[in-house]
């Protein structure tokens, strides 16, 4: 092991991430630059110490080094490769260091998502792998654990690619040819003609297939069955799921390649036009936008430590699959600190908001009355129909939300919770975008909302997927917001806290805060959504 040890007279390595069996992954510090910034450095060593491997195995990581350097330096979401060199026969990759936690902290054996969170899911791994494979690179290690979630801003980052662990694996026979003879990847994420050594762009986009039907199933890829006669994969019989959804995930994990999406491209497009068909078939309740660079894109985040993650496409709302009820614990008391510099409603004024609401928009439209009969007498040259005169009053979003017959009955709750202050009138007002968290005290069952055009349609939303989950009739919404961060923490007892803030960070704060203020013990942050800010 390294750790203590400086490489290059720079690179100090400060303990150990992890370590297989091409190699071993360091934590290290950058000495040379100021403040000693955080990398991470990649060991990879020759299994065969045979003189005529080496040169071969420095040829093929001077080459996988440059495709490396090429995606990070073009990619925010690939970590961008500082610097790789050769040392005592032993080949070393200084990679940027991403803070956060990986796909498998989020969706751990025998928990399930939804299909519109699965659908999600899929379309932020494939809008990056599709970059890989523009490039005509493969992946050919994609599985949960090697994909990260950016704590920074939520974002998906693909690490640890699988070509330049051919060096660890290259071995020579007995004529003296040198070759690499252990297949690169993962047992059930790995398709057949991969083990076989022979990758295609297509073994990447059955390794993303599998994530989905793991995420569905709640079942680890190695351990469902196949067909005997076909090779298969059989899964359809182990979750919910509509069938134009499954023929897309299908499509993915085909045994034989020739029968799969060709390319993450190809995957990325058949579920964006899945997205938009049932988008246009049912009534709006999500809009949720494709990612981009954009600071107004969506942000939701599913963690175990504060991390986020963003939404990729429209993702039409679909029946959550109901998850055993979790043991009942003393039920906590839903509270919502705001924080004091976010501008999204606060819920603690529940009682009064209706009343300042229609008090507030009958002086405005008082106001507007008096300002016009003021304003049109000293008009000239104009003729004034009176019956061409209409009054108006400030807008106010209809409580009404159609659902599509798959969406849950909307489920009230005892105290609705009401439409926030009337806000002045933006240059854009479609960036109103109101979510919800909602959570079942007895069963810690919780439903999510983001991007609704009203706040009584984020809360429905919200409550009818926790009572779609829990079925205990106690579903509370703890937090909404409006263009802002909320945040969601719980505590192992069963304690609960919320918060949000137009700061991620100190949404995450104070809702970590007031779990403890509960009587909650070990809080953690287990959901985050941003909604985007108004500008």
Not at 56 to 83: C, M, V, W
Not at 195 to 216: E, F, H, N, T
Not at 281 to 292: C, F, L, R, V, W
């Amino acid at each position: 092991m390294l750790v203590g040890k400086t490489l290059r007279n720079r690179y100090k390595i400060l303990t150990v991430l992890g370590s297989g069996g091409f190699g071993d992954t360091y934590l290290a510090q950058d000495t040379d630059l100021p403040g000693h910034p955080t990398c991470v450095v990649k060991q990879l060593k020759p299994k065969d110490t045979n003189p005529d491997v080496l040169p071969i195995a420095k040829s093929l990581f001077d080459r996988e080094a440059e495709y490396l350097y090429k995606l990070g330096n073009a990619h925010t979401q690939i970590p961008k490769l500082f610097a790789h060199f050769e040392e005592n026969n032993e080949f070393f990759l200084v990679q940027e260091f991403v803070e956060g936690h990986s796909l498998a902290e989020e969706i751990p054996i025998g928990q399930r998502l939804s299909e519109s969170a699965t659908t999600t899911l899929l379309l932020e791994i494939l809008e990056v792998l599709s970059f890989v494979h523009q490039n005509n690179i493969i992946h050919r290690d994609i599985k949960l654990t090697n994909i990260m979630r950016r704590r920074q801003d939520g974002k998906i980052v693909l690490i640890d690619f699988g070509a330049v662990k051919d060096i660890s694996a290259l071995r020579t026979d007995s004529q003296g040819h040198t070759d690499v003879t252990v297949s690169i990847g993962s047992p059930g994420y790995m398709p057949s003609e991969q083990a076989r050594g022979k990758p295609r762009l297509s073994s990447d986009v059955y390794a993303v297939g599998m994530i989905g039907i793991q995420a569905l199933t709640g079942i680890a890829p190695d351990s469902l069955q196949e067909d005997a006669n076909t090779g298969e994969i059989l899964w359809r019989d182990r979750t919910e799921v509509s069938n134009a959804f499954a023929e897309v995930l299908q499509k993915m994990v085909f045994s034989h390649f020739s029968q799969r999406y060709k390319s993450a491209i190809d995957a990325l497009q058949a579920i964006q036009s899945l997205c938009a068909t049932n988008i246009n078939n049912i009534a709006p309740t999500e809009a949720i936008a494709y990612p981009s660079s954009a600071d107004s894109s969506p942000t939701i985040v599913t963690n175990t430590g504060g991390a986020t993650a963003p939404v990729s496409a429209p993702t039409t709302p679909q029946n959550p699959i109901p998850t055993a009820p979790q043991t009942p614990t003393t039920p906590q008391t839903p509270v919502t600190t705001p924080h004091v510099t976010v501008s999204a409603p606060n819920p603690a004024f529940s009682k009064f908001q209706p009343f300042l609401w229609f008090a507030l928009t009958g002086v405005i439209s008082v106001s507007a009355a008096i300002a016009t009969a003021m304003l049109l007498p000293k008009l000239t040259n104009q003729t004034v129909n009176n019956t061409q005169i209409t009054s108006t009053s400030s807008p106010s979003v209809s409580p009404t939300t159609t659902s599509s017959p798959e969406t849950p009955e909307p489920i009230e709750t005892e105290t609705a919770t009401p439409e926030p202050p009337p806000v002045i009138p933006t240059t854009n007002p479609t960036m109103l975008s109101f979510g919800a968290i909602a959570r079942s005290p007895s069963t810690q069952a919780k439903g999510y909302s983001w991007n609704f055009t009203s706040q009584m349609a984020a809360e429905t939303r919200a409550l009818s997927e926790c009572e779609n989950s829990s079925s205990s009739g106690d579903c509370k919404i703890l937090v909404w917001a409006r263009n802002a961060c909320m945040s969601l923490a719980e505590g192992s007892n069963g304690a609960a806290g919320s918060g949000w803030s137009t700061d991620m960070i100190a949404a995450e704060n104070t809702a970590k805060k007031v779990c403890q203020e509960y009587k909650g013990v070990d809080c953690t942050i287990t959901r985050t959504i941003c909604l985007p800010f108004q500008q």
